[in-house]
């Protein structure tokens, strides 16, 4: 079964703008972390919400978890040009020792 | 800030080669991994090492691939008879245990 899984897949918008992604999954979790990886390059931790958690806020990034939909939603206030990347929720299964699954991504365009 | 260093930046093998692929992971982190990145898809879970041995891994990490820990210092994924289809950006990440990972910017494989 497929943990983690992003939507939309693609999302276009204009700079300024405010950008949301979400992400569901299936099993139970330790935590929920958000990723971003730009083109060709490696993945930047963003920010991580442990299971007890329900809201959590980072600059201009803000992350909720609802345990009980088994989903997390991942807004950038206020998108730049430089937001342009593919952006991955990764969860640790409670199952796990630390390893963490990545979903498919959502490649966010920000359009100047 | 620490860095997880991955050496080379890339690598042109041919089929049927051995590679090794080099990491240097984050000096106090206790839990290093390998994932993988095939082009256009998503970021797959390879193995976890912690206290010298493997502590989980993926189907996708059968008896073409192992781990080591040689000094202390470097972390390695070989990759004993390359296919085509082990082309892909690996991705090396080390972690203190139940937080956030530090990913290197990844090694590019590619089998011809």
């Known amino acids: 079964s497929q943990q983690g899984e992003e939507d939309p897949q693609a999302l276009s918008i204009q700079e300024g703008e405010n950008a949301t992604m979400n992400c569901s999954y299936k099993?139970?979790?330790?935590?929920l972390q958000w990723y971003r990886q730009n083109s060709g390059r490696g993945l930047v931790h963003l920010i991580l919400?442990?299971?007890?958690?329900r809201e959590k806020h980072s600059g201009r990034l803000r992350v909720t978890l609802d345990t009980s939909k088994k989903s997390s939603s991942l807004l950038i206030t206020a998108s730049r040009a430089a937001d342009t990347a593919s952006y991955f929720c990764?969860?640790?299964?409670?199952?796990?020792?630390?390893?963490?699954?990545f979903g498919s991504g959502t490649r966010l365009s920000i359009r100047p | 800030e620490p860095e997880v260093t991955q050496t080379p930046s890339h690598q042109v093998t041919q089929m049927g080669q051995e590679v090794i692929l080099r990491c240097v992971p984050i000096?106090?982190?206790?839990?290093f991994y390998w994932y993988r990145q095939i082009l256009g898809q998503k970021v797959e879970f390879l193995v976890s090492f912690y206290n010298n041995e493997i502590s989980e891994k993926s189907e996708i990490f059968d008896d073409q691939f192992s781990v080591e820990r040689p000094d202390g210092s470097n972390f390695t994924l070989k990759i004993r008879s390359t296919k085509l289809e082990d082309s892909a950006m690996y991705f090396c990440a080390s972690s203190s245990g139940t937080d956030s990972y530090t990913f290197g910017s990844g090694t590019r494989l590619t089998v011809v």
């Open positions: 990764a969860t640790r299964p409670g199952s796990s020792a630390s390893k963490i699954i």
């Open positions: 099993t139970s979790i330790n935590n």
């Open positions: 000096s106090n982190h206790l839990y």
């Open positions: 919400i442990r299971s007890n958690e």
